[in-house]
């Protein structure tokens, strides 16, 4: 485990792109949550791999490369040479090599009011009256772990661990905010700047590593000379002890995502609300969107397509409410009784007059000739257009000791004419030659049509 600059191979290396302390079992509990929290994020494998390096394999990848910047609208790419062969490596090449999402779109970088807004929400003390003047130790303990596992291993610098660089606080942004930031763009950009700075000093050991054994097939690590920039364990009471001496240093903030993140952890039934929703690869070139004052990086994405009730397992109800049957059978009634459909069939005609006969026994209101109906049955088609007088009856015909039910509503009369008609009890109705005087007691019963 190295913490000062060496030389192998014949090159320096710096103290920089450190292994993060991810490990539970090394540290205490105070700061599992971070730790656990870093290693399930996008840039979980950058902070941790590889466990070896070659120093020969990151010599031939350091002095031969040639960095690219693309130009203004170009894409920036390294190309190296190993054991003869050429290698390009692109944006996309480090997403592979070091486990960065893949991502439709990427933001360049947030502007310094919402960098600002992220440190206040995460319970930063200083000033912050400019981004390049922020430091960690005016973070609780945990935050400054988070920042520090950061700046030590994607900073392009190897002293002054103190001050948390834009490159960092734009990283820390897109952890908390899911903002999508280019991870591979910046080490690509970084790589290269410090590839041609110097080309006797190494930076970013770990994934120059990574790259090499991703882009050459079969090689392996078998010169162990060279070894990771590793935290030691003592970082974490040394991060204590500075909280201590401050005195108060105020409740852990933690973003939304975070406690997302951690309420999962305590409930595993909560797990799957924390996943992200897949990605729609459809999305239009161009989708980033410059936020409102203060807010966050949106991003332009198309609606997936309405299911149908079918796919989405939802099983609709076949009938339709019970007033709305009512409004839609007094509707009907409003119509001329004489004026039936050309399609309607001999068996549907009589149905209906049927129920109007049941209504009208509820009703009490008239005699009705049962032998007509029997002769009307067997009329013909055209025949039966004018087979029922629709016109109410006169007094005489009203049986006089008896009266039309007042207490119930046409609602109640419509529901008992179904209940009538669906039981089968006005199916089984068979005209006899009788008239019968109906009472305003009697109920609909099927003994009534036997």
């Not at 970084?190 to 590839?195: F, Q």
């Not at 005195?247 to 903030?253: A, E, Q």
């Not at 070139?285 to 990086?297: D, N, Q």
């Not at 796919?311 to 009512?326: F, I, N, Y």
């Amino acid at each position: 485990m190295a913490t000062t600059a060496f030389v192998s191979s014949g090159l320096e290396f710096v103290p920089n792109n450190y292994t993060a302390p991810l490990n539970t079992a090394n540290a205490p509990e105070a700061f599992h949550m971070i730790q656990k929290f870093l290693a399930q994020s996008a840039i979980g494998r950058a902070l941790v791999e590889p466990a070896k390096l070659s120093g020969l394999q990151i010599k031939a990848f350091w002095e031969t490369g040639v960095y690219d910047d693309g130009g203004e609208t170009g894409s920036p790419s390294i190309i190296f040479e190993f054991e003869e062969t050429e290698y390009v490596i692109t944006a996309g090449t480090i997403r592979d090599a070091l486990g960065f999402p893949e991502y439709p779109s990427y933001t360049v970088g947030m502007g310094d009011e919402d960098l600002i807004r992220m440190m206040r929400e995460i319970g930063y003390s200083g000033p912050l009256t400019k981004i390049g003047q922020l430091k960690r130790p005016f973070l609780r303990k945990e935050w400054s772990f988070f920042f520090d596992c950061i700046t030590r291993t994607f900073g392009k610098k190897c002293t002054n661990w103190d001050a948390i660089p834009t490159d960092s606080l734009q990283i820390g942004y897109s952890l908390l905010y899911d903002n999508h930031f280019d991870f591979a763009r910046l080490v690509l950009t970084n790589l290269g700047e410090k590839m041609t700075e110097n080309r006797g000093v190494v930076y970013f050991s770990r994934f120059c590593q990574l790259l090499v054994s991703y882009c050459v097939e079969g090689v392996d690590v078998v010169n162990e000379d060279v070894s990771c920039f590793k935290l030691h364990k003592r970082v974490f009471s040394d991060l204590i002890n500075k909280d201590v001496k401050k005195g108060i240093v105020g409740d852990l903030l933690l973003p939304a995502s975070v406690q997302q993140f951690v309420d999962a952890q305590v409930n595993p039934q909560t797990q799957a609300e924390y996943q992200p929703e897949p990605l729609n690869t459809e999305l239009p070139p161009s989708t980033t969107v410059k936020p409102a004052r203060g807010g966050r990086t949106k991003h332009i994405g198309t609606k997936p397509a309405r299911r149908s009730s079918t796919e989405a397992g939802v099983s609709r109800p076949e009938e339709m409410p019970q007033k709305t049957r009512l409004k839609k059978r007094r509707a009907n009634r409003a119509k001329s009784v004489v004026e039936t459909s050309e399609t309607e069939t001999d068996e549907e005609t009589l149905h209906q007059r049927k129920r109007r006969l049941v209504a009208a026994h509820l009703f009490g209101a008239i005699n009705v000739n049962m032998d007509r109906v029997s002769e009307e049955t067997e009329a013909p088609a055209s025949e039966n257009e004018e087979i029922f007088d629709t016109t109410v009856p006169t007094q005489d015909r009203v049986n006089t000791e008896t009266e039309a039910p007042t207490s119930k509503s046409d609602d109640v009369v419509e529901e008992a004419v179904d209940a009538a008609t669906d039981n089968g009890e006005a199916e089984i109705f068979e005209p006899q030659g009788c008239d019968m005087d109906l009472g305003a007691n009697t109920s609909l019963n099927s003994e009534h049509f036997t």
